[in-house]
Each structure stands twice: as structure tokens, then as C-alpha cells.
């Protein structure tokens, strides 16, 4: 149904939805000695608005799934699912609002279970939200000079004793100008952020630095990049150090594209890379990292998704003459008929209590054809703790290194225009550095079938079969069937 809003402001989409998915699992507690056989009901009652006015702009997605089981009725509980993001132009072209909320389920340890599905029972996840608000001013003086000024505040929480929550408040600040070479740009920095931690001791990290770019061409530009960062990530009292790095951007054609940064830190040596070549009906991206990291890709997340944003690359360079609105429309529309889940992650990541060092880095490949697609996911995360942490342990309290590696590949195709066939296989494996650490391998084949019973309507059925290896293993087989309806 459609809300109308006051005059100058489009209309905003509020869908009311109701799901309903039935699963029969081999093994509902995953257990590798005693597997237990169940029949897993699960009710979601949720909505979904998705609107712009002239000032104001909102994406929301919330439900709340009661999952029954039929023999093991002791397990029965209420998941939360969120996914929010709200802008608002408080005074026009200067003053802004951005706020954010997402409510999931994230692993507590790296060598835990490895869930197949929330319908499954295992101690591993644990329901995590995330809220932030975040003003910002952006503006222009003096002719040539831009600058902007953004506070954020976030919390993070976890049902879990094992996780600690924090809050973080942070001020970022950038000031951009010319010179009278017009090759030549030049911009000044700043960032403060600290964290509270309710267990452990708490983190803050200051940095100030310069960035003077030279533009060879219009394809070609490089800069250098100094300045000073003080904190105490890595040790109880504040440590300042000379920050220095170097910038590249090239973009040889309009489809190519390559940004990195690499800069010498408090930790070491930092880098930022991001490639992507886009080609007729297909993409390819690169993304690389090595940063501070406070917490799970998974948490604070609003992004619609991996899959989501390569098909929206591919569509958008096909259909420039597309509004924004309507790439969207299509975009969803080709994953729902080809049964493509929007988010392509392959690699869970787990809750830390401490800030970590992570190196991170993921290639991908999407491919669109006329009633096929095929992505392609390749992940490697690893991390190592920044300090002690007292209070609350975690899987660094034995391992001063852990490594994630994970790869998924998804075939989708268009049977008819009412129905659609998916095949996805995954695996991921969780390694220690430390002698005697625990080494888990997770792998997973999942056959999906979706059909549209009515323009609102839509049933899905799938096939799964899930090994897992190590200090977990188990091995599930599961079917499930279901229908979801937007009024």
C-alpha cells in the first residue's frame, strides 16, 4: 500500500509482509554425536517502507521470526531481523542527518558452529544490534575551498554475557582546495574516535594529516599523504606517531577503475585498494585492507548487499538512461527471478571484545546473462588483537592470529517468468595461528526453487546439505518449504 506525504514529496511504499517456512532437519542442534530430528516451524510477521520525499528519505526492513519446534518445543524463541537507514536535509544544502539501525545474528567464536540456517540450535550466534546518528555540515567558502564535518554516535549490543557492548562517538573533519595549478589539489584531515567498552578498557585514536594530489591526466592522478596519529590501541597510555603514505587513482577507461592508499601506522604498514572492470554484462572487483577494526563486517551493515551492488553496476552501465529508482526495480527484480540472495558473503566474522588488526581482501565476479547468472566469491579475513582486554574473554585470549577463508559460487536460472532455479555451494575454514589451535571447515550445497503463485505471493523449496569439520563437526541434511505475501 502507498502513504501519501505532504506536498513536494514523492509517495513512500509501507508493505506489510507475512512468511511462513517449514523445515525438516536431521540434526536441529548440529551435534556431531547425537543428532536429533525435527520439524521446524517458522512464523515472520514484518514490513518494509521504502521512500523519498524532498527532504527526507527512508529504507527500512523489519521482522520478527517465532521459530516452534514440533519435538524440541524447549528450544522455541523470537528472533529480531533489521535493517534501516534514514537520511534528513535539516537546513538545506549545509545542515544533514544520517541514522542507521540493524538488528542480526553474529558468531561469538571463529571455531564455533557454523549455523546453515537460524532455524538451526546452537550456541555460536548470538542477536546483535547496532543504532547511530550521525549529523554532518557540508559546505564552500572562499570560492575554491570545500569543507565537511560529521559526528557520528553508535552503540552495539549483544544478547550474549560473552560479548562485551561499546559505544563509540567519533568527529571526522576534511577541508579540499585548489591552487593556481590546476593540476594540483591539496586537502587537510581529521578524525577522533572513542570507544567505551562496558568490559575492558576503553580505546581512543587521533589523527590529524595533509594530502597533496597531482593530476597527470584526466586518467591519472597520484598523491602524498603525512601527518599524526595518537592513541592507545596498543598500549595503556597514549603513543603518538608520524603517520606518511602515498595515493593512486587511475581510471584508464570508464569501465576500470583502481583506487589504493598505502600509509606507515602505529601498526605497521595500512593500505586501502579498491579494482573493479566492468564488461558488457558482467564485473569484476578487488577490494583490499589492512586497518583498526572494531567489530564484524556483519554488524552496522545496510547495504543491500554485494550481489545487490554488482548488479546494480551492470544494469545501471546498460541502461543509462535509467533513473536511480528504476535500476532498482530491476535489480530486484533479476534476483528474485533467478533466486540470487542479495548478499554474497562468504566469510561470517565473529564478535571480539577488543579492537583488532585486520587484513582483509575479496574478489568477486558477477555475471548476467538472459536467464542465468553466475557469481563467484573468494574472501580472506585475518586479525590479530591490538592490546589486552580485561574482563571478558575471547577467541584471542588463546590464538594471537586467526585467519578466515572462505569461497561461494551461485548459479541462478529463470525457468519461466512465474519460477526460478538457484544452486549454491560454499565453504569456509576458520584457522589459529597459536600451536594447538582449533581448526573448523565448514561446507554447504543448497538447491533452491522459488515461483510466484501470485503477483504477491511467492513460494520457495529448498534442498541443503551441510559437512562441517574440526572442533565442531557435524553433518545436517534439511528441506524446507515455504510461502511469503506482501499486502
Not at 546483535?128 to 557520528?152: A, D, M
Not at 590464538?399 to 536460472?413: A, C, D, L, T
Request: glycine share 8%; proline share 4%.
Amino acid at each position: 500500500m502507498c502513504l501519501a506525504i505532504p506536498a513536494h514529496a514523492e509517495k513512500w511504499q509501507i508493505t506489510p509482509v507475512i512468511a511462513v517456512n517449514e523445515t525438516l532437519t536431521n540434526n536441529v542442534f548440529l551435534s556431531s554425536t547425537d543428532p536429533t530430528s525435527d520439524l521446524v516451524t517458522a512464523v515472520t510477521p514484518g514490513i518494509s517502507i521504502d521512500g523519498k520525499g524532498a527532504r527526507a528519505s527512508l529504507r527500512l526492513n523489519y521482522g520478527l521470526t517465532q521459530y516452534l519446534y514440533a519435538h524440541e518445543s524447549a528450544s522455541n524463541n523470537r528472533q529480531n531481523a533489521l535493517t534501516a537507514t534514514g537520511t534528513l536535509e535539516a537546513l538545506e544544502d549545509w545542515l544533514f542527518i544520517d541514522a542507521t539501525g540493524t538488528i542480526s545474528q553474529q558468531y561469538l567464536s571463529a571455531f564455533g558452529k557454523v549455523a546453515p540456517s537460524t532455524a538451526n540450535v546452537d550456541n555460536n550466534r548470538t542477536e546483535t544490534s547496532n543504532y547511530s546518528i550521525s549529523p554532518y555540515v557540508k559546505g564552500r567558502f572562499l570560492t575554491s575551498t570545500e569543507y565537511f564535518l560529521r559526528y557520528t554516535a553508535s552503540t552495539t549490543s549483544s544478547k550474549s554475557n560473552l560479548a562485551s557492548d561499546f559505544t563509540t562517538n567519533q568527529w571526522v573533519g576534511r577541508i579540499n582546495g585548489l591552487t593556481r595549478f590546476s593540476a594540483v589539489t591539496w586537502s587537510l584531515d581529521a578524525s577522533k574516535v572513542n570507544t567505551d567498552y562496558d568490559v575492558g578498557r576503553d580505546r581512543n585514536d587521533t589523527r590529524y594529516g595533509a594530502t597533496l594530489a597531482y593530476r597527470f591526466n584526466p586518467q591519472l592522478q597520484v598523491s602524498l599523504i603525512g601527518g599524526r596519529e595518537t592513541t592507545n590501541l596498543v598500549s595503556l597510555q597514549d603513543e603518538t606517531h608520524g603517520d606518511s603514505g602515498f595515493g593512486l587513482l587511475w581510471t584508464p577507461s570508464p569501465r576500470t577503475k583502481l583506487e589504493a592508499t598505502a600509509t606507515r601506522r602505529f601498526f605497521g604498514n595500512g593500505y586501502q585498494v579498491g579494482f573493479s572492470h566492468r564488461m558488457p554484462r558482467s564485473l569484476v572487483t578487488y577490494t583490499a585492507s589492512r586497518n583498526v577494526s572494531y567489530q564484524p563486517q556483519g554488524v552496522g551493515n545496510t547495504g543491500q548487499g554485494s550481489n545487490y551492488d554488482a548488479y546494480y553496476s551492470i544494469i545501471a552501465a546498460s541502461n543509462p538512461g535509467l533513473s536511480p529508482d528504476a535500476i532498482r526495480a530491476q535489480v530486484t527484480q533479476v534476483l528474485q527471478d533467478r533466486g540470487v540472495p542479495a548478499d554474497g558473503s562468504v566469510v561470517n566474522g565473529f564478535l571480539a571484545n577488543r579492537p583488532t588488526l585486520q587484513e582483509y581482501q575479496q574478489i568477486s565476479l558477477a555475471l548476467l546473462g538472459v536467464r542465468n547468472t553466475v557469481t563467484l566469491t573468494a574472501t580472506e579475513n585475518e586479525q590479530q588483537p591490538l592490546g589486552v582486554v580485561s574482563g571478558l574473554t575471547d577467541d584471542f585470549s588463546l590464538n594471537n592470529r586467526i585467519r578466515q577463508r572462505g569461497f561461494g559460487v551461485v548459479w541462478g536460472h529463470q525457468l519461466t517468468g512465474f519460477s526460478s532455479l538457484s544452486l549454491s555451494l560454499n565453504q569456509q575454514q576458520s584457522v589459529g595461528f597459536t600451536a594447538g589451535s582449533p581448526d573448523t571447515k565448514t561446507q554447504g550445497a543448497y538447491l533452491l526453487l522459488t515461483s510466484r503463485v501470485s503477483p504477491k505471493t511467492n513460494a520457495n523449496m529448498t534442498v541443503r546439505r551441510v559437512i562441517s569439520d574440526g572442533v565442531t563437526s557435524y553433518s545436517e541434511s534439511a528441506l524446507t518449504g515455504g510461502l511469503s505475501h506482501s499486502f
